[in-house]
């Protein structure tokens, strides 16, 4: 039997675990080198990163510095814009259309969405993560943009309803405002006979008059001012001395009752034309009194009612009216209207006058015809063919006082009763007066006169046409 050497076999053990412990060397080596290479690459990739998000955030800041400034420069125009309304309204209140056109509005909203959807998109980026004091100055230019944003849509949402307001206004409430018709004459209060005109044919030295005749034509003369320029008389051959007008009102109950004021009901007391006819003793009579409204192709005829003492106020019942003219509701509160808001004025100052102005040629041929047409005629013609509708004028409450509203909305004569509506679509006064001299001063009974009017007839009803606020003035102004 061979032994085996002990000595090899042991030298081959030894070297099996060093040759091992070179090869984990050299992979942990290995393994050494890769992880650098990608800490060193992964390094490089964040860096690149922050650079980036840097250079996002500083485009950001700069953007958002561009938006603030186009945001002012818009809050400047709005802000001038309003501005020149405001001036427009005290200075030329009559027109109501085109405050802001359509171009103007048009570019301010699309200029707002453009502005919101902008915020949106910086909000959701100043939610990433910076490493710098840049996100702060970014939050804080984006909290100035959203606030001046949020300003600037109030002031844009302010303008589209003053716009839509008057519009609404004018549409909704014009059917149930009314043109009044009226005629008056004078008569001799002892015997009743009215005033005519002394024919030019006939010499009165020549007429044979009974005793009781020359006894009233002596009365008569003596009554008669000397510089009566009126070739009138009781005893005179020729036509009728009557006096035509216009003026406004506007329904206020369903059962026919319509508001307008007392001096439109007493036209002869206001006249400074005829006022020797009232010195003299003669008193004034109506001999026509109707009313055309806008959507109905007849008249109806008015009745007086009631009258107030102490205001310019008078409650008409109309003998019919169509179930589709609108009553108008009317402020009850009293504080419904304060001096610096808005009012517009429904009614038909000139009266004819300014309807025939709105016509064309050949709507003035169908109205007046080739001859000409007397005035009850072209009513109407004018009432049938719908063109019979009041004017709107838009001014601003100067003073709100007990007995009177001051406002600047433009009227003239034949404006007389008509609505003064408020900034909650009601009625709070009833158009009266105006300075003449100062267009800027015109003046309305307040509502609530009307309604004590209208409770006295309809005590139990529970839908008057509503209240209102005032304004007052210590000179007495000219009526209309």
């Known amino acids: 039997m061979t032994p085996i050497p002990e000595k090899d076999n042991c030298s081959r053990q030894h070297r099996r675990p060093t040759s091992s412990n070179l090869l984990l060397s050299v992979a942990f080596l290995l393994a050494l080198t890769v992880l650098g290479a990608l800490s060193l690459r992964q390094h490089r990739q964040i860096e690149c990163l922050r650079q980036q998000n840097q250079r996002k955030i500083s485009e950001q800041l700069r953007t958002t510095n561009l938006m603030v400034d186009y945001l002012s420069t818009l809050q ?49 980026h100043i ?21 001046q944003l949020e300003q600037s849509q109030a002031r844009f949402d302010l303008i589209m309803h003053q716009q839509s307001w008057a519009e609404d206004i004018v549409s909704t409430c014009s059917p149930g405002v009314c ?65 035509q007008y216009t003026a406004s009102g506007f329904l206020v109950h369903h059962q026919g009752y319509i508001l307008t004021n007392k001096h439109v009901t007493q036209p002869w007391e206001i006249s400074s034309e005829y006022s020797h006819v009232i010195q003299a003793g003669y008193q ?33 019942k109309a003998e019919f009216i169509d179930g589709h003219v609108p009553v108008l509701p009317c402020a009850i509160e009293r504080e419904s209207l304060k001096a610096g808001q808005s009012v ?87 158009n009266t007066a105006l300075l003449r001299g100062f267009s800027g001063t015109n003046f309305g009974i307040p509502i609530e006169y009307g309604l004590e009017l209208l409770k006295k007839v309809i005590p139990k009803e529970a839908d008057p046409p509503h209240q209102v606020d005032l304004a007052q003035s210590t000179q007495l102004p000219q009526g209309m």
């Open 127 to 147: 939610n990433q993560p910076a490493e710098n004091n840049k996100t702060e100055q970014l939050t804080s230019r984006l909290s100035q943009l959203t606030k």
């Open 344 to 430: 517009i004025v429904l009614g038909y100052p000139t009266g004819f006058d300014m309807l025939l102005a709105r016509l064309g040629q050949d709507q003035l041929g169908e109205v007046l015809g080739t001859g000409g047409v007397c005035l009850d005629t072209m009513a109407q013609n004018l009432s049938e063919r719908g063109l019979i509708e009041p004017i709107g004028t838009r001014g601003m409450c100067g003073r709100v006082n007990l007995d009177k509203i001051v406002y600047d909305a433009q009227t003239a004569i034949g404006g007389s009763g008509g609505p003064v509506i408020g900034p909650n679509g009601k009625v709070v006064g009833i």
């Open 179 to 243: 043109l009044i018709q009226g005629e008056y004459m004078f008569v001799d209060p002892q015997t009743e006979l009215p005033l005519r005109y002394l024919a030019n044919e006939i010499d009165p030295t020549t007429l044979e008059l009974s005793p009781q005749d020359q006894q009233l034509e002596q009365q008569l003369e003596q009554q008669t001012p000397e510089n009566s320029s009126l070739p009138v008389s009781v005893t005179g051959s020729g036509p009728l001395l009557k006096v």
């Open 76 to 124: 400047q125009n709005l802000a001038a814009r309003m501005k020149q309304e405001i001036s427009r309204n005290q200075s030329d209140p009559a027109a109501l259309a085109d405050p802001l056109d359509d171009t103007e509005l048009l570019q301010i909203q699309t200029g707002l969405k453009h502005l919101t959807e902008r915020v949106g998109q910086l909000a959701n």
């Open 284 to 316: 004034g009579r109506l001999s026509i009194f109707r009313a055309y409204f806008p959507d109905c192709k007849f008249p109806v005829d008015l009745q007086v009612r009631l009258i107030s003492e102490n205001q310019d106020v008078a409650l008409l």
